[in-house]
Structures are given as structure tokens and as C-alpha cells.
């Protein structure tokens, strides 16, 4: 008699398919059960996900919550300006959602043990395990507790009939979701290596990118966008026309030495060519209509929704907190930007709203509307403390 049934979160990877045979043989588990979640991977990764698990599980499970992705956390993040280290969070904000279905299957199958693929050195362990232990799960990670070499993975799934890519083997572990696509190891772990052009999918490189600019129009509401060119779209094809826009004028790629949540420091390139023309869209938008103070306020709690979201904490109490403050700041972040995507940048060339604190009228070098005599005597006690400490100095100096 076996341990009964185990839920894996599977991507179909190398990693997490000989973790099925591992989970029976090693760990003495009756039944592996695949979950396999799309959060906007390539229509390829999933059919392949999904192919995979129904012939090595015993059961699989391939579950699409790519617009609950978009509209929970890629809107919450756009609001909030997500962004951790400079580069905008992706992987970091698929990862409770991916583990919350794998807990919703668990307990529709009546398993009280999840299984994952990740390595004890990164950051997906913790932002898994910790929406599993609140679920009160036992967790069996192979790859953490097992220390495994890739040409023994490589070896047993040949033993086991695991089908492993017949290309050989990818040199790089690399994460997609629709916000972002993640790029880490092999040679890129060498942080002073230059990295090949090859190791980007969605983005072409600045001197690859056209010669022309291309301009585009966004259109938000309540600080999300709604539209591109007046053309309304719902979220995730809002997300992947971006990509493909972007992604043809170089738009998007980070390579970056990041700092971990446990402390290592890691080499990363990404590349998120909607996020990066989103967020650009988004703080420009936010400056013509938030007030002074609501925007320097902001930018602390923007810092710290993302830092919790880099973590995956989104259950974390002052998440939900900082998300109210941030969506009553949202109301009136309404409008339409105009962007320049050229060889690699995105530059926002024009922005109105019609709840903008903005008068051309009041600042314009032409109009009388103002009475500039009244700054006259705001300018006399500007600056009058340190004019005070200035004068106590000379006075002293003279004594
Ligand atoms: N460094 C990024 C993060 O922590 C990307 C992680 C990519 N994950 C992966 N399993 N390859 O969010």
C-alpha cells in the first residue's frame, strides 16, 4: 500500500516530467496527478504540457486562468507601476495564481501532498510552497531535496520512457508567461558573458528593429488600458498585440544582476515588451492627472506593493491594504497616451484626460489668467528657514 495521490505542478519541462516516475518510484506515491496552468505560455508549451502529462501521469489536469492572470494580477501590477529592481515582476505574479489551482485540484482529488519542480535557490520554492502551507499541504519539491544533476535527470527519464526534447538539450531555464519571458542559466550565469541575440523570442534586437518609428495610441480607464489605435480589446489580446508591436521594434529586454529573496544575487535577462510600454503609458498618465502629494505617496506604497508581489505575499494583510489605497488613486487615472516605439525604446510623445490637473491656461507663458503679482509674496518666505540659517552663519562668522 502506497501513499495515495500526489498533485504536481507540471510545465512539461525536464524537470517537472521526471519528477512523475521520481514521485512514484522514490517517493512511494500511488497515483501523480499534472497540473498544468496557462498563464499565457505559447500555444505550443501548453499542447505539449498537456500531451505529455495525459500520457506519463495517471491523470491530468491542463487548467487556462489567462484572463483571470491579465485582469487580477497584470491590471493590479499595471496600477501599482510593478516593478522590482527596474524591471517589470512576471513570473513572480503568475505564481501564487498557478498554485492556488494546483490546491483547487488537490482538494477535488482528495490529495493531501503537492509536488513542484523547483530548485531550492530561487524564488518560485517560496512563493509556491507558501500558498500550499496555508492550504495545509505537505509539499515534496525532488529537485530541492534531491540534488540532481541534469545528465542524471536526463538518464532516468531515457529509463522511464519520459519523453525529453529531442533537440538538445535547452541551455537555458526560461519562464513564460504573457507579461514576461524569463532567461536564466547555462553561460548566462557568467554575469560578465555577453549574451547571443538567440536567447530572446519576442523581441528583435535595436539594430534589427526598423528604421521607421511606429506610433501607437492607449487608451485607460480607471488605470487599466482598454484600447490600442481607439480599437477597444479586452485584456490578454490588449497584453499580446503590445507584445508583437513591441516586440518588432526592439521594445523591452532587461539584463540585469538581481537580488534574490534569499540573498543570492543572480544573473537575469527578460524581455516584456507590453509591460514595458504599459508601465510607460501608465506613470505618464498617472503625473498629468494625481496631485503632487498623491504621487509622491504613491511611489512608496508602488515600491512596496512590489516588493510583496516579487515575493508572491499577495495574502499578505498590507497587500490588500496598499491595493485599496491604490485603486482610490486609480479612479481617475483616465486617458489616452501616445507612444514612439523606435529601436528599442518607447517614448511617450503625448498624453490628455479629461481628468487632468493641468490648465493650459493657468501655466501658459501667454495668458493673464493669473496675476503674477500674487507670487510676489509666496516668493518672500520661500526657502525662510534655510534663509534664516544663512544668516545666523554670516552673523557668527563676523563675531
Ligand atoms: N528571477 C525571476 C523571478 O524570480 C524569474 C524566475 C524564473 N523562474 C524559473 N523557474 N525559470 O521572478
Known amino acids: 500500500m502506497g501513499k495515495g495521490k500526489v498533485v504536481l505542478a507540471f510545465s512539461g519541462g525536464l524537470?517537472?516530467?521526471?519528477?512523475v516516475p521520481l514521485l512514484k518510484e522514490h517517493y512511494g506515491y500511488d497515483q501523480v496527478i499534472t497540473v498544468a496552468v496557462d498563464v499565457g505560455q505559447p500555444p505550443e508549451d501548453m499542447k505539449m504540457a498537456t500531451d505529455k502529462?495525459?500520457?506519463?501521469?495517471?491523470?491530468?489536469?491542463?487548467?487556462?486562468?489567462?484572463?483571470?492572470?491579465?485582469?487580477?494580477?497584470?491590471?493590479?501590477?499595471?496600477?501599482?507601476?510593478?516593478?522590482?529592481?527596474?524591471?517589470?515582476?512576471?513570473?513572480?505574479?503568475?505564481?501564487?495564481?498557478i498554485a492556488e489551482e494546483i490546491v483547487k485540484i488537490a482538494k477535488k482529488e482528495g490529495a493531501d501532498t503537492v509536488a513542484h519542480g523547483c530548485t531550492g535557490k530561487g524564488n518560485d520554492q517560496l512563493r509556491f510552497d507558501?500558498?500550499?502551507?496555508?492550504?495545509?499541504?505537505?509539499?515534496?519539491?525532488?529537485?530541492?531535496?534531491?540534488?540532481?544533476?541534469?545528465?542524471?535527470?536526463?538518464?532516468?527519464?531515457?529509463?522511464?520512457?519520459?519523453?525529453?526534447?529531442?533537440?538538445?538539450?535547452?541551455?537555458?531555464?526560461?519562464?513564460?508567461?504573457?507579461?514576461?519571458?524569463?532567461?536564466?542559466?547555462?553561460?548566462?550565469?557568467?554575469?560578465?558573458?555577453?549574451?547571443?541575440?538567440?536567447?530572446?523570442?519576442?523581441?528583435?534586437?535595436?539594430q534589427d528593429a526598423p528604421d521607421t518609428p511606429e506610433e501607437i495610441t492607449l487608451g485607460f480607464e480607471k488605470g487599466v488600458p482598454v484600447s490600442?489605435?481607439?480599437?477597444?480589446?479586452?485584456?490578454?489580446?490588449?497584453?499580446?498585440?503590445?507584445?508583437?508591436?513591441?516586440?518588432?521594434?526592439?521594445?523591452?529586454r532587461n539584463d540585469m544582476i538581481e537580488d534574490?529573496?534569499?540573498?543570492?544575487?543572480a544573473r537575469e535577462n527578460y524581455e516584456h515588451p507590453a509591460a514595458t510600454i504599459l508601465l510607460a503609458a501608465h506613470r505618464d498618465l498617472e503625473r498629468l492627472v494625481l496631485s503632487r502629494q498623491e504621487l509622491s505617496f504613491k511611489h512608496i506604497v508602488d515600491d512596496?506593493?512590489?516588493?510583496?508581489?516579487?515575493?508572491?505575499?499577495i495574502d499578505e494583510p498590507l497587500y490588500a491594504a496598499l491595493c485599496a489605497f491604490i485603486d482610490k488613486t486609480?479612479?481617475?487615472?483616465?486617458?489616452?497616451?501616445?507612444?514612439?516605439?523606435?529601436k528599442g525604446s518607447a517614448t511617450v510623445a503625448g498624453r490628455r484626460s479629461?481628468?487632468?490637473?493641468?490648465?493650459?491656461?493657468?501655466?501658459?507663458?501667454?495668458?493673464?489668467?493669473?496675476?503674477?503679482?500674487?507670487?510676489?509674496?509666496?516668493?518672500?518666505?520661500f526657502g525662510f528657514q534655510a534663509r534664516m540659517k544663512s544668516m545666523l552663519e554670516n552673523k557668527n562668522k563676523k563675531n
Open 53 to 97: 502529462g495525459n500520457k506519463i501521469a495517471d491523470k491530468h489536469y491542463t487548467i487556462d486562468i489567462r484572463d483571470k492572470f491579465v485582469e487580477e494580477q497584470l491590471f493590479a501590477s499595471i496600477k501599482a507601476n510593478g516593478s522590482y529592481e527596474g524591471y517589470p515582476m512576471g513570473t513572480a505574479l503568475a505564481r501564487p495564481l
Open 15 to 19: 524537470d517537472t516530467s521526471i519528477c
Open 330 to 342: 486609480q479612479e481617475r487615472v483616465n486617458g489616452e497616451v501616445d507612444l514612439v516605439l523606435f
Open 260 to 265: 534574490r529573496i534569499l540573498g543570492l544575487k
Open 130 to 206: 507558501f500558498v500550499f502551507r496555508k492550504a495545509g499541504l505537505k509539499i515534496i519539491a525532488p529537485m530541492r531535496e534531491m540534488n540532481l544533476t541534469r545528465e542524471w535527470e536526463m538518464d532516468y527519464a531515457a529509463k522511464h520512457n519520459v519523453p525529453v526534447p529531442v533537440v538538445k538539450a535547452k541551455p537555458y531555464s526560461v519562464d513564460e508567461n504573457c507579461w514576461s519571458r524569463s532567461i536564466e542559466g547555462g553561460v548566462l550565469e557568467d554575469p560578465s558573458v555577453h549574451p547571443d541575440n538567440d536567447i530572446y523570442g519576442w523581441t528583435v534586437s535595436k
Open 228 to 252: 490600442i489605435n481607439g480599437k477597444r480589446m479586452k485584456g490578454f489580446d490588449l497584453i499580446m498585440e503590445l507584445n508583437k508591436i513591441g516586440g518588432r521594434n526592439g521594445v523591452g
Open 304 to 313: 512596496k506593493w512590489s516588493e510583496l508581489g516579487y515575493m508572491g505575499l
Open 354 to 381: 479629461p481628468d487632468a490637473l493641468y490648465s493650459d491656461d493657468l501655466v501658459s507663458f501667454e495668458s493673464h489668467t493669473i496675476d503674477q503679482n500674487d507670487a510676489v509674496g509666496f516668493s518672500a518666505y
